[in-house]
């Protein structure tokens, strides 16, 4: 597709599972981004992938967070153990380079019971 | 510590009725500011990039101007279609590293138009 995507759109799992969201950025974006945004809050940086090294992790509240991105394409952000404060819309971007616009996703929407 | 404040938090204008909505920024190094438009349940849409003091863009009813310490998000004559949450977020790579990916972002604001 032309865009960011992002699966699944939805997503309730029990306090306790492991999730795995998954980013397909637009094709030939060197950057890849992922966000989280809370009820009311504004958007919190995660983690900034350059190809597939990880240079900013440092949004990362937990190290029950993790993500990987390869082939320089698809990208997963996995939360082990999640807590119901996990709860947000996680999204993800691409950029063609660093310095430039990015493209969003339209969110991966989690909820933790 | 970097920060990015927009204001107000919402507004509600009548069709037709222009107004500013307002970006303030505390950041070191600004290296852009982004304007986006967010729809309810989507990701955020890109509007705009501003790199330099007294820079302008403009798109359809939209123009984003910059200011060393702010940037200002014009709607002339809206229409109920440019109801959203308006975000800007500041690119605050430090001292020219390229090794940060993070946009600082504001709150945003919500805009209604009615018609």
């Known amino acids: 597709g032309a865009g960011v995507s992002q699966s699944p759109s939805n997503k309730v799992t029990e306090k306790g599972k492991d999730v795995e969201l998954r980013c397909d950025p637009i094709s030939g974006h060197t950057a890849l981004y992922w966000y989280r945004q809370s009820l009311g809050q504004g958007l919190e940086f995660l983690i900034y992938?350059?190809?597939?090294?990880?240079?900013?992790k440092s949004g990362l509240p937990s190290d029950r967070f993790s993500a990987e991105r390869t082939g320089g394409s698809v990208s997963t952000l996995t939360i082990q153990r999640t807590q119901q404060e996990d709860s947000a819309v996680y999204l993800c971007?691409?950029?063609?380079?660093?310095?430039?616009?990015?493209?969003f996703g339209q969110g991966t929407r989690l909820t933790v019971v | 510590e970097d920060q990015v404040t927009q204001s107000p938090e919402a507004l509600r204008l009548q069709e037709g009725e222009s107004s500013s909505l307002n970006c303030s920024y505390t950041v070191s190094g600004l290296r852009g500011l982004f304007w986006y438009r967010q729809d309810p349940g989507k990701g955020p849409e890109f509007l705009f990039t501003l790199y330099s003091a007294g820079e302008e863009k403009e798109k359809e009813r939209l123009k984003a101007t910059l200011t060393k310490k702010e940037s200002f998000l014009h709607i002339t004559a809206p229409k109920p279609e440019d109801s959203a949450t308006y975000l800007c977020a500041a690119d605050t790579t430090l001292h020219g590293s390229s090794n940060t990916g993070k946009l600082i972002f504001g709150q945003g604001t919500t805009l209604q138009v009615k018609p």
């Open positions: 992938f350059q190809g597939n090294s990880a240079p900013d």
């Open positions: 971007a691409s950029s063609r380079r660093r310095d430039t616009e990015a493209f």
